[in-house]
C-alpha cells in the first residue's frame, strides 16, 4: 500500500518520481501560485477527468495563469502516466503553477507554466463508508477565493490536522453570516424530513465534482435537494449528514462537534446516495 510510484510528469517530462523536481524559484512552492487536482483512478480508467480538467482549467484563468494546457493534452499525459506507473486504484495529483522566475510577488511574463503530475495509491476506506464518521466543526479563516483549487491549503491543513488530533475524520468550517459551508477537503451535506441541502455554489466553497454528482443522483433518484445555507445548530439536528470529495466519495457522519447525528449510523437516504455513486462508478470506469 502507498509504495512510491515509479514516474512523475514534471517539466514536460516523464522522469523517475524518485528524481523529479520542482526548482526552487517556482511560483506554486514560494507564493502558493497555482491551482491543482485530484482525480480518482478505477482500474486504470480516470472517473470524471474532464470535470477535474475543466475546473483546473476555470481556476486558473481566474488568476490569470498563462498555460498551453487543454482537455486533451492533459488526458494523453495522465493516461500514459497511469500507464507507466500501472496504477490501477488510486489518485491521479497534478498542479499548474506560473511557472519559474526570480522572486517577485507581481507576475513575472513570457515564463512557461509549471505542471507537475504523479499517481499515487489511495486507502481503502470501507470500514469509514460502512460506519461513519466524526467531524469538527472550526472557525472557516480561509480567504473569498475558495472556488479556486488553489495550492494554497494552509487553513486546510491546520483545521484537518486539529480534527486528527481529536480523532475525527474532517474539519467543517463555519463562515461567519453563511454557517456550515464546507470541509477542510470536502463538501457538506445535510438530511431532514427527507429533504437534501447543501450550501449553495460561492467563492466560499470549492464548486466540488463529487457534489455536483451527488446533486445529479439525488434528482435521478429523486430525492428533493436544496441549495441553502445552514448553521451548526441546524446541521446538529440533522436526521443524517454526509461529506463528499473525490478521494472520500459519499462518506457518511455520525458525529458532529461531540453531537451524534440520527442514532449514530449512517442513514438510508445517505446509503442510496453512496450505492447511486457506487453504480455511476461503475458505468463509466468498468468498477473498482
Ligand atoms: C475545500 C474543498 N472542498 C471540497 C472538495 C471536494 O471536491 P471534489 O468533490 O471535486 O473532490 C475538496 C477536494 O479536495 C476541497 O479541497
Redesign the pocket.
Known amino acids: 500500500m502507498n509504495a512510491m510510484p515509479q514516474w512523475a510528469f514534471v517539466n514536460n517530462e516523464f522522469r523517475p518520481f524518485s528524481e523529479a523536481a520542482l526548482p526552487i524559484e517556482d511560483r506554486g512552492t514560494q507564493f502558493g501560485d497555482g491551482v491543482y487536482e ?1 482525480a480518482r483512478v478505477y482500474r486504470g480508467t480516470m472517473f470524471g477527468l474532464e470535470d477535474h480538467v475543466q475546473r483546473m482549467l476555470q481556476g486558473a484563468a481566474v488568476i490569470e495563469i498563462e498555460h498551453k494546457w487543454t482537455v486533451d493534452s492533459l488526458r494523453t499525459i495522465f493516461k500514459e502516466l497511469i500507464a507507466r506507473n500501472d496504477q490501477q486504484d488510486g489518485i491521479v495529483y497534478w498542479q499548474l503553477t506560473r511557472g519559474t522566475a526570480p522572486r517577485n510577488h507581481v507576475f513575472p511574463h513570457g515564463v512557461e507554466a509549471n505542471l507537475m503530475a504523479y499517481t499515487r495509491d489511495y486507502p481503502n476506506l470501507s470500514a469509514s463508508w460502512e460506519n461513519g464518521i466524526k467531524v469538527i466543526v472550526t472557525k472557516d479563516i480561509r480567504w473569498l477565493m ?1 472556488h479556486v ?1 488553489s495550492v494554497n491549503l494552509l487553513p ?1 491543513v491546520l483545521a484537518k490536522d486539529a480534527a486528527a488530533r481529536q480523532g475525527a475524520g474532517e474539519a467543517l468550517f463555519e463562515r461567519e453570516g453563511f454557517g456550515v459551508i ?6 457538506v451535506f445535510m438530511i431532514k424530513d427527507g429533504v437534501l441541502k447543501t450550501p449553495p455554489l460561492s467563492h466560499h ?2 464548486p ?4 455536483s454528482y451527488v446533486l445529479q443522483l439525488a434528482a435521478a433518484a429523486g430525492i428533493p435537494a436544496e441549495e441553502a445555507y445552514f448553521g451548526r445548530q441546524e446541521l446538529v439536528a440533522a436526521d443524517e449528514v454526509f461529506i ?4 472520500i466519495e459519499v462518506m457518511p457522519v455520525v458525529e458532529v462537534a461531540e453531537a451524534v447525528i440520527g442514532n449514530g449510523a449512517p442513514g438510508p437516504l445517505t446509503r442510496t446516495l453512496q450505492q447511486a455513486y457506487e453504480g455511476k462508478i461503475s458505468e463509466t470506469t468498468g468498477g473498482r
Open positions: 485530484v475558495c483549487k486546510n464546507e470541509g477542510g477537503s470536502s463538501n466553497i470549492l466540488g465534482i463529487t457534489r463528499t470529495s473525490t478521494g
